[in-house]
């Protein structure tokens, strides 16, 4: 069983910055995907930002330009800097990781993010 662990979420004005963290149980090479997802109050849950084994990224558009995934290998950790922030980019945000070899998913519990005018 693979747990994810998010943190770095918090109360932030609009224009402000954060960085989300997840942190996971297992060895982060071996996931093909990690990603960041986020829901809204009464909204589905959308695609954030995702990573691949071999670092190639994908962006929401209503992220770019504003937000970086990264990982760290070393560890285990997968990251979320989120700059010039917006009213709407407050969400719960989730944590998600994909195995290519048995096409199985995980999530975190999420962390929540709010933006402030």
């Known amino acids: 069983q693979v747990q994810l662990v998010e943190s770095g979420g918090g109360l932030v004005q609009a224009g402000g910055s954060l960085r989300l963290s997840c942190v996971a149980s297992?060895?982060?090479?071996?996931?093909?995907?990690m990603g960041w997802y986020r829901q809204a109050p009464g909204k589905e849950r959308e695609l954030v930002a995702t990573?691949?084994?071999?670092?190639?990224?994908n962006y929401a558009d209503s992220v770019k330009g504003r937000f970086t995934i990264s990982r760290d290998n070393a560890k285990n950790t997968v990251y979320l800097q989120m700059n010039s922030l917006k009213l709407e980019d407050t969400s719960l945000y989730y944590c998600?990781?994909?195995?290519?070899?048995?096409?199985?998913?995980?999530w975190g519990k999420g962390t929540l993010v709010t933006v402030s005018s």
């Open positions: 998600n990781a994909y195995f290519n070899f048995n096409k199985r998913t995980y």
């Open positions: 297992v060895r982060i090479f071996s996931i093909n995907v």
């Open positions: 990573i691949t084994s071999s670092d190639s990224t």
